[in-house]
């Protein structure tokens, strides 16, 4: 049988309210909202050169207006109406759509991530015909780690650990002090890689 696949505009209408819990909003960015956007990216990729790229941001950001693709929502507080971060869920055409999640530093550490996450997946569930989410996690990101492992997020794979293989074999071939200096980023960076994490969305749809 094949599988009614919503888009954005069917899973959260334009000018619509995702869904709401006594504190927090999440709605759909309009584009007044740039400079919302742009203070979670500076303060989530800021220290890359790379991801910092200002063309990059422009595309990424029409991609947040436009793409049907992907549903990309602000967290407002109700009582404050400040802007705390934002939910994102992506690939919506996908049997395994991915979740992702980024929190302004000043309210991190306040249980807030958890407790967003948890009513944007429950609103999911009730409406994309999926059977799980796929989360992408950083390996040296602990706290988003133990937040999706606490919600019953299960590790189903890696990617791109061989390329911190391929940084330790250059440093050791060159010596830890040359290859240090034959990089300009953090030799840190290296070492890192993707952690894949999958959550059940059983009961979503009408399923049981």
């Known amino acids: 049988m094949k599988r009614n696949i ?4 069917q899973t959260c209408p ?22 919302l956007y742009d ?17 990059l941001k422009i595309k990424l950001w029409q991609d947040v207006l436009f793409d049907k693709n992907k549903l990309q929502l602000k967290i407002i507080h109700k009582k404050t ?17 991915e979740l992702g999640i980024q929190i302004l530093k000043e ?10 996450m ?12 999926v059977e799980a989410f796929l989360v992408k996690i950083l390996s040296d990101n602990h706290i988003s ?17 061989e390329y911190g293989e391929l940084f330790k074999k250059a440093m050791e071939d060159m010596g830890k002090e040359v290859f240090e200096k034959s990089v300009t980023s953090d030799v840190g960076i290296f ?9 059940e969305a059983r009961g979503g749809n009408g399923r049981q």
């Open 191 to 199: 070492q890192r890689y993707i952690i894949c994490y999958k959550i």
């Open 118 to 129: 948890k009513n944007f997946i429950d609103q999911l569930k009730s409406i994309l015909p």
């Open 39 to 55: 203070k979670i990216w500076e303060e989530t990729f800021g220290q890359s050169p790379v991801l910092n790229d200002t063309e």
């Open 107 to 116: 309210y991190q550490g306040q249980g807030i991530g958890s407790r967003i």
């Open 81 to 97: 109406g400040k802007y705390v971060g934002e939910v994102m869920v992506m690939n919506l055409d996908s049997e395994m759509p």
């Open 6 to 9: 919503l888009d954005r505009d």
């Open 145 to 161: 780690r133990k937040l999706f492992e606490n919600m019953g997020a299960v590790q189903i794979g890696e990617e791109g650990k």
């Open 14 to 35: 334009d000018g619509m309210m995702f869904t709401e819990d006594e504190s927090y909003l999440l709605c759909r960015y309009e584009e007044k909202d740039r400079k």
